[in-house]
């Protein structure tokens, strides 16, 4: 079995930064892709920050610049710098991991974290 645990997320001013941290414990053979995405409330969860097994980024626009997203393969962890938040960027944020459990040719699972939510006053 596998857990994502997510920390890092409070309230902050606009203007503030945030880290976000996700760790995967369990029995993980390797990790692909993982991101970050955001659910505010009466909308749909949408992406904010994907790095692949390689180190390539990719981020929307509403984000780009303000948001950094990086991995610590050693720890099974990846991160989400947030600076100059905005309080539209008020959510419950949560990470996301493709993950091979047993063997290089197995099939590769998708997990989520239990979501943390962010608040940015104005």
């Known amino acids: 079995q596998v857990q994502l645990v997510e920390s890092g997320g409070g309230l902050v001013q606009a203007g503030g930064s945030l880290r976000l941290s996700c760790a995967a414990s369990?029995?993980?053979?390797?990790?692909?892709?993982m991101g970050w995405y955001r659910q505010a409330p009466g909308k749909q969860r949408e992406l904010v920050a994907a790095?692949?097994?390689?180190?390539?980024?990719n981020y929307p626009d509403f984000v780009k610049g303000r948001f950094i997203i990086s991995r610590d393969n050693a720890k099974n962890t990846v991160y989400l710098q947030m600076n100059s938040l905005k309080p539209e960027d008020t959510a419950v944020y949560y990470c996301?991991?493709?993950?091979?459990?047993?063997?290089?040719?197995?099939?590769?699972?998708?997990?989520w974290g239990q979501g943390t939510q962010v608040t940015v006053s104005s």
């Open positions: 996301n991991m493709v993950i091979k459990l047993f063997r290089a040719d197995g099939p590769n699972y998708n997990y």
């Open positions: 369990g029995t993980i053979f390797s990790i692909n892709a």
């Open positions: 790095i692949t097994s390689g180190g390539s980024t």
